[in-house]
């Protein structure tokens, strides 16, 4: 533990992976480095092979404040670059942050203190998406409905307890160590499979309305397709690897995107009567637009029912499609492979 750590307010470091994060890095920073926290604080950003100002803004951060620092990532993979990051810090409570992620203003004090109080290995709170486009208001508001995302607490808010995963998250050094990090192999899904080892080995995960990330959603209906369709894929490698880690929630996209598809078929080639359940998804849709977009402009209203069917169906089509040559190699990361630079 660094000199300067206390029980109250140990030491902090802040991890924080990159790759064309030119347009949010700087306010990400920021958010950083004005926490309301009374322990030292450093800030570890990995930089992946960017095409855009993401080095150059980094760079700007380092010379401007000496809790900044920069590691080389040159994979540009997420788990890859917080190992590096977690290898490059020094503190004992670590904090995974994204490169387009606002920390609310007491996150990391509440974090702290949520640790103490619980006993838990790792803390997390609310994925609270914002959005500044009228489509990325539209992809917010799906992201934070129950009809978009199901009953998950961390997008859509719900009371503190143990949890299955959280978004991002606020570790305890040693339960990484224990674990050795993230698996390298999981591009996508990497989170939830490191939370998934954390509790097969006693540890609890702790999830809680009290801490909240501002996060920006994808600018593009492309992108938010990508993003939801790796995340399908990648989640059933998480179940291939983990017997029982798969529940309903995860099975009800690719069970929709079947039950369409088919429906679709039969009503052109056999009977009108298939066109029911394609349909009915519609009808769905539409209707948990209305209380999703209250408060919000006509233009990203109107954009929701595309959000939320792009989000299921990308999702239900990487579930799907998701190849067997995915991370096939057996996990051999409970070594401790990410121990701090200087032994803390």
Request: charged share 20%; hydrophobic share 45%.
């Amino acid at each position: 533990m660094n000199a300067k750590s206390d029980v109250r307010h140990p030491a902090v470091s802040v991890i924080m992976p990159v790759l064309n994060e030119e347009r949010h890095l700087r306010q990400a920073v920021h958010a950083i480095l004005a926490q309301e926290y009374d322990g030292e604080l450093e800030v570890v950003i990995a930089l992946g092979p960017s095409t855009d100002r993401t080095d150059e803004i980094a760079a700007e951060l380092v010379r401007e404040d000496p809790r900044v620092h920069t590691v080389p990532n040159p994979s540009g993979r997420t788990p890859a670059a917080l190992n590096a990051a977690i290898k490059a810090s020094r503190h004992p409570v670590v904090v995974r942050v994204d490169g387009h992620g606002m920390l609310s203003p007491n996150y990391i004090a509440t974090a702290v203190r949520l640790l103490e109080e619980t006993g838990a290995q790792n803390v997390g709170g609310i994925m609270h998406a914002e959005g500044e486009t009228a489509w990325e208001k539209a992809v917010a508001a799906a992201m934070t409905s129950k009809i978009g995302v199901g009953n998950a607490a961390f997008h859509t808010g719900g009371e503190a307890g143990p949890a299955e995963t959280v978004y991002l998250g606020v570790f305890r050094r040693e339960a990484l160590e224990q674990q050795g990090g993230y698996n390298e192999e999981f591009i996508r899904a990497q989170d939830w499979e490191l939370n998934f080892r954390i509790r097969e080995a006693g540890g609890l995960i702790w999830f809680s309305p009290e801490l909240k990330v501002s996060y920006r959603p994808r600018p593009t209906v492309r992108a938010l397709a990508k993003q939801y369709k790796d995340y399908g894929r990648w989640r059933h490698v998480v179940a291939r690897y983990h017997a029982g880690s798969i529940n309903l929630r995860y099975l009800a996209p690719p069970t929709a995107l079947c039950a369409i598809a088919a429906g679709l078929v039969v009503g052109a080639v056999l009977t009108p009567w298939g066109l029911v359940v394609p349909g009915g998804y519609l009808a769905a849709i539409l209707l948990g637009s209305i209380p999703a977009g209250r408060g919000l402009p006509w233009r990203s209203r109107l954009q929701i029912p595309v959000a939320l069917a792009t989000m299921h169906m990308s999702w239900g089509w990487g579930f799907l499609t998701s190849p067997r040559s995915l991370a096939k190699k057996v996990i051999a990361s409970r070594r401790p492979a990410v121990t701090a630079a200087d032994g803390g």
